[in-house]
Structure formats: C-alpha cells, structure tokens
C-alpha cells in the first residue's frame, strides 16, 4: 500500500521561502508521476504542479510559474516543492499526490492521481 507523507509547512512573511517535503513507500517510487495540491479555506483543491516519473518533464500552474520548483530524488523515495516569494494567496493546505502511469507526462487533473497524503498547512501572513 502507498503512503505519502508531507512536511515542510508553516507560517512565513510574504516573499519568504518554504520548501515542502513528501516521502514516499510502498511500492516502487520511480513508477508513479507525482504532483502537488492546494486547498485554500473555501475554496476547491486546485493544481499546483507535476513531475514524470523520471524528472524530467515538469508541469505548473501559471500562478505559481517562475516562483516554485518542484523536483524528485529516486533514490530517497521523495518529492519536494521549493516555493520562493510567497504571497498571502499562496495560503492553503499541501497535498501531494502519486499517479501510477507509463505516461511520459506528468498529469495534472485530480482524478489522476489515486494516492494522497494528509496535507501540510502553509500560511503566508506578516
């Protein structure tokens, strides 16, 4: 069975950084295209970005374009977004997420994706 668990969350000033963490186990990492959520208070859980299984095609949501990176380590079974100049709309809770595919993209619709981890709560205020 799959897990995820993401860390890395907390509260920063706006044009902070704050880099998550999402580790994966239970099966072979390199065999799922992984992606990160958001899902600010009242509003639906949105795209943020994606990678292939490989790392080397990546996908972004245009608000988050040129601030966050997202990456993957094969080797340590984990994905990361590194988020840079972050603003108060940023605020939401993080999920990552796992699609088990033979596409060379990573995708980008929720329904893909059927492995979740618990979230992890970035707040961005002054």
């Known amino acids: 069975q799959v897990q995820l668990v993401e860390s890395g969350g907390g509260l920063v000033q706006p044009g902070g950084s704050l880099r998550l963490s999402c580790v994966f186990s239970?099966?072979?990492?390199?065999?799922?295209?992984m992606a990160w959520f958001r899902q600010a208070p009242g509003k639906e859980r949105e795209f943020v970005a994606a990678?292939?299984?490989?790392?080397?095609?990546?996908n972004y949501a245009d608000s988050v374009k040129g601030r966050f990176t997202i990456s993957r380590d094969n080797g340590l079974n984990t994905m990361y977004l590194q988020m840079n100049s972050l603003k108060p709309e940023d605020t939401a809770a993080y999920y990552c997420?796992?699609?088990?595919?033979?596409?060379?993209?990573?995708?980008?619709?929720?329904?893909?994706?059927?492995?979740w981890g618990q979230g992890t709560q970035v707040t961005v205020s002054p």
């Open positions: 239970g099966r072979a990492f390199r065999d799922y295209a």
């Open positions: 990678i292939s299984r490989g790392g080397s095609t990546t």
């Open positions: 997420a796992g699609a088990r595919t033979l596409l060379l993209k990573p995708p980008i619709a929720q329904t893909e994706y059927g492995t």
